[in-house]
């Protein structure tokens, strides 16, 4: 079965790592992968996306507008300005912390997280907010911040990967010492991805 | 084989490996740069014998791969498009005087421009140095075509080229691959003297042309049946459209994606776009009325089969960048291309095929990450307005605080603060706005001489970085004392290569053979070069900071200031700072004079986000009241904050 993915946000939050992590899980059962992303110049604190696409007949590592099942925002902000890749009855994941860039700060401009989330309550059906200040807090590091979000993901049914696959992974991938840490992530989305769920 | 995940750059670079290449070498450039690096990494695990190094420009990695070809092995030299500007003089010659052992120039453009100064296309470079050029599509394909690549660039004794674009480089895809057991093992015969071969003259450069030019026709034959260019036929029931679709790297994806939902026409893949392969693309032709070219950057198969209808005197209409069908400029997506077959197609296929959702979301939009804001029209209710989100400098990044230190010493005095290509470049955002120009490599320090010349008023600064003060900046320096120049030359040293992912350089004391050397010291160089104002400062000391660049910059003649300080990316980061909200006055200041991404506006109280901060404490010098202080100062003065020796490194 075929799967486009977008991953958006803010460079620096850890989406290059998410993408890799799901696309290794979807290898591993034999699905083939296709992504791309944002490298270079952007990556400094710019709006950077994965693409990632699972299943046969692929050419391009690109999604084209409308065809996304699921979005995966780090930001709210980034997450409006990637939902023309979602199509109808997509899924999105959204972070609820926002990232207030430099030129907002800047020239004064207020730019509210909340209105962004108010936004894509209102306009979209399938939608999950991650609160992702409070897990963060509770769980004691703002580096999981990627996990929480992927383990969202896995609890949204629009994937055919386990919580499992991901720590296969994860233990794969990742320095041990990291190991714990981002399973008490995963663990902590499962125990709330009722409360979270809007 | 297996199959592994990886990077189209990581893919060029195990391929290269199956191929048996002796020697890698390469100067950093997005998006090229993860070539190098995998092939050091392989190198580490196992392939010993490779030899592997991040040259110090791109002309000297170009030289250094074609001695290694002379010598008989198979080499490859990696870096970006405006890399191979620099690299061009050896190239150009090179192709005169050929190689013996296999050599791949990997060359990777950049469509948009994502992170360069220029869209240039190294497709009619290759046209220009008359040096064959393969395109590939996909990872598995750049795979598979660089080892085929070795292959030719031995059989016709001439260097290739290997250009894949940005979503080639930076796309990830199952990839399948060799076991290490089945990479081929070329051992070099080693340099034969025979100076009728390797030293170029004006006889043998004229004799060499005429071979040149008859191989490249042959070798355009040889491309017609190369497998990579293929013509893809349409299908059944769009066989009666004459209307056919010429494209390769990336754009062929995008053409195929489309056409896998609306139904094959007739499709030509160039994969070899000089010397064309002019046999098939008439074959392609027979039959045909009209031809869209897919293609980013230059229109270079458009403008070959233009000349091919000329040539054959065949009247098929070509549409593409020269008839003003396709945007001229900027990276294409699956979007635009999908429009521009549905516009070249008409009535001949009908919408019906596509999905529903596709062709409601198909605006005629190029890839712009800012604001598909008539993508976002399709809903009903129009979002808040987005943010602009531009790339900035790191929070508690050093070049902010050296910017910083010199806008602040140079206040009110007539200017100009001449930029250079690195991270640096973003000092030109908003508030620091310090950087006047910004032209490639290492031309900071000429621009300023020049502007010099004009306005002698004028206090002129070149800022240039660590690593590109190697690459291209010391001809500027010698220039500039040996012409009496007056100006100031500020090296932004940060202790690796940042931009493109932390390389090392001469000054970092390490080698991508994993070596410790002695370090090359940028003070002790100037000193040689002839520079006698040289001053060292940590640009995280305001004050002093401020008092070198006063001190240095009314000095007369060529004088420098080497600003020392890591790249918090490669250094441990401090405790985070906090504001106190009861001492903080709200003047802002350190948000409208630094822009640094850790300073925000929380509920209209100025905050610091811990998770950005790196503990720097440039804000905390600058704040008038005092309000800002780390939270270790806090806790030891029990809330009460009067310390203000916040500032500085000084607790260390």
Known sequence: MNKNIVLCGVGGQGIVLASKLLASAAMEKG????????????????????????????????????????????????TVRRIPYLKKGGKIIVSSRSIMPVTAALSGVSYQGERMISYLKDTLADLTVVDTEKACRDIGSSKVLNILLLGAALHSGSLDISEDDIKNEIRKKLPEKFHELNFSALEYVRKNSQQSSR | MHKEFLMGNEAIALGAAAAGVNLVSGYPGTP?????????????????????????????????????????????????????????????????????????????????????????????????????????????????????????????????????????????????????????????EGFVKDSGR?????????????????????????????????????????????????????????????????GMIRLFKVSTPFPFPEKLALEFLEGLDEVLCLEELDPVLEQALTYICGKHHLSVKIFGKLSHHVQNAGESSRD?????????????????????????????????????????????????????????????????????????????????????????????????????????????LGIAQGVGRIEPDTSCFAFVGDSTFFASALTGVINAVYNQADMTLVVLDNSTTAMTGHQPHPGTGHTMMGNIVEKVHIEAVLRGIGVTAVETADPLDLEAAVSCVKRTAALPGVKAILFKSPCIAVSKPDKSMIVDPEICIDCRKCIRELGCPALTVQKDKVTIDSTLCTGCTLCSQLCPAHAICSEENRIDSSGKNKDKAAGGKTDE
Not at chain 2, 48 to 71: D, F, I, P, R
Not at chain 2, 83 to 108: F, H, Q, R, T, W
Not at chain 2, 148 to 170: D, G, I, M, N
Not at chain 2, 200 to 209: D, G, M
């Open chain 2, 336 to 444: 635009s291309v999908t429009t521009d077959i549905l516009k070249f197609l008409g009535t001949d296929v009908s919408y019906a095929n596509m999905k529903e959702s596709q062709a409601e979301n198909t605006p005629n939009l190029t890839w712009a990450p800012d604001t598909p804001a008539d993508a976002l029209s399709a809903y009903p209710v129009l979002p808040p307005k987005l943010p602009v989100r531009p790339p900035v400098l790191c929070a508690g990044c050093p070049h902010r605080a050296s910017f910083y230190a010199v806008k602040t010493a140079m206040k009110n005095k007539k200017t100009i603060f001449c930029g250079d290509i690195g991270c640096y470049t973003l000092g030109n955002a908003m508030p620091l706005n310090m950087v006047d120009t910004c032209l490639c490599m290492g031309a900071g």
């Open chain 2, 32 to 188: 090229s740069t993860e070539v190098l690096e995998t092939a050091a990494k392989l190198r580490s695990e196992g392939l010993e014998e490779l030899y592997v190094e991040w040259s110090v420009n791109e002309k000297t990695a170009m030289e250094v791969a074609a001695g290694a070809a002379y010598s008989g092995a198979r080499s490859m030299v990696t870096m970006k498009q405006v890399g191979l500007n620099v690299a061009s003089d050896p190239l150009m010659s090179l192709e005169y005087i050929g190689v013996k052992g296999g050599m791949v120039i990997l060359v990777a453009d950049d469509p948009g421009p994502v992170s360069s100064q220029t869209e240039q296309d190294t497709r009619h470079f290759a046209a220009f140095s008359k040096v064959p050029c393969f395109d590939p599509s996909s990872a598995q394909e750049a795979y598979e075509m660089i080892q085929e690549a070795f292959e030719y660039s031995e059989k016709y004794a001439t260097p290739v080229f290997l250009r894949p674009t940005t979503r080639v480089c930076h796309s990830y895809a199952s990839v399948s691959v060799k076991e290490p057991y089945e990479y081929l093992c070329h051992r070099p």
């Open chain 1, 31 to 78: 699905i083939p992968v296709m992504s791309a992303e944002t490298i270079g110049m952007a990556q400094r604190g710019g709006s950077v996306f994965s693409h990632l696409r699972m299943g046969d007949d692929l050419y391009s590592p690109m999604i084209a507008y409308g065809t996304a099942d699921l979005l995966i925002g780090f930001e709210p902000g980034e």
């Open chain 2, 198 to 262: 390797w030293v170029i003259f004006p006889r043998l450069s004229y004799q060499n042309h005429i071979k040149i030019e008859e191989r490249n026709e042959r070798l355009s034959d040889d491309f017609s049946s190369y497998s990579r260019n293929r013509i893809y036929p349409a299908d059944k029931n769009n066989e009666q459209i004459k209307k056919g679709i010429i494209s390769g790297g990336i754009s062929f994806t995008y053409a195929m994606e489309t056409l896998k939902d609306i």
